[in-house]
């Protein structure tokens, strides 16, 4: 019974994840979280929970790029300057979470939550960072509604905010997708779609090091992982197909949604438990 919950946990998590790029860690986390309040899963830790959530975002990670590589959406070359910094962050916030419990780590993750969600409400009152177009990364993006984009931004305060964003993907096991993707879209206005495939590109070499460090620490609970896997390789080709029918307005509107009810199931979960 254990595997069969664990299996749809990441076959949901992943569609969701892959399809807003948030690379299912957002669903994982909060879904390990609320199972270790029940005596078959009592004996997991927010750390254990991290760990794992994490080491299974590589594969989430892997099958979203490889179908997003099809659909050509991927912005590798803004993916790989914020790779500067959210790769150092990530490995500093992974430390970092051996030092919560999990009344606190509820509370902190459903805040933050809340916090993302709310800031994407307002988005549109939003001005991007200004950049210089001869010294920044310019680009520009149609998608499938025939709306084209320009976005773009400066390499070093790209490199200086993903080391924040990777920094608090270590702390809460969510692959840097959950605040990633909203601050490409709120800073840099980025277009959804690519914000999502970029994101999701990310999501692999960071999770491969957060998890290095998860494992250096015993932070991974193996058995669980291999029952996550299967549902989080199958679904994160569900949420691209989703993400390739969708308009961009609808997907930040899931994002939107899925963060608020999240968010507001952890801190519950904080205060009363």
């Known amino acids: 019974m254990e595997w069969i919950v664990l299996v749809l946990v990441g076959l949901v998590a992943s569609s969701l994840g892959s399809l807003i790029g948030m690379g299912g860690g957002i669903i994982v986390v909060p879904a390990l979280l609320y199972l270790a309040t029940l005596s078959t899963f009592s004996h997991l830790t927010p750390q254990v929970v991290v760990g794992t959530s994490l080491f299974t975002m590589i594969f989430t990670g892997l099958s979203s790029t490889l179908s997003y590589m099809k659909h050509k959406t991927v912005d590798y070359k803004s993916g790989f300057i914020f790779l500067i910094g959210s790769g150092p962050g990530s490995i500093l916030g992974a430390w970092v979470t051996d030092k919560l419990d999990l009344h606190s780590f509820n509370i902190y993750f459903g805040l933050f939550i809340l916090f993302v969600s709310i800031v994407l409400v307002v988005k549109d009152k939003l001005k991007p960072i200004p950049y210089r177009k001869d010294k920044g990364v310019v680009r520009s993006f149609t998608d499938n509604g025939g709306k084209t984009f320009e976005y773009g931004f400066s390499p070093a305060i790209a490199?200086?905010?993903?080391?924040?964003?990777?920094?608090?993907?270590?702390?809460?096991?969510?692959g840097g997708g959950s605040l990633m993707v909203p601050t490409m879209i709120l800073l840099f206005f980025f277009p959804p779609h690519v914000a999502t495939a970029t994101s999701m590109f990310m999501i692999l070499p960071t999770s491969i090091l957060s998890s290095i460090t998860h494992i250096s620490l015993g932070n991974v609970n193996w058995l669980y992982a291999l029952a996550l896997i299967p549902g989080a390789w199958i679904g994160a080709k569900v949420g691209v197909f989703l993400n390739t029918k969708l308009k961009s307005k609808t997907i930040v509107l899931i994002i939107r949604t899925i963060l608020v009810i999240v968010g507001i199931r952890l801190i519950y979960q904080g205060i009363v438990g």
């Open 159 to 174: 490199i200086l905010i993903s080391f924040v964003v990777g920094f608090l993907s270590g702390i809460f096991g969510i």
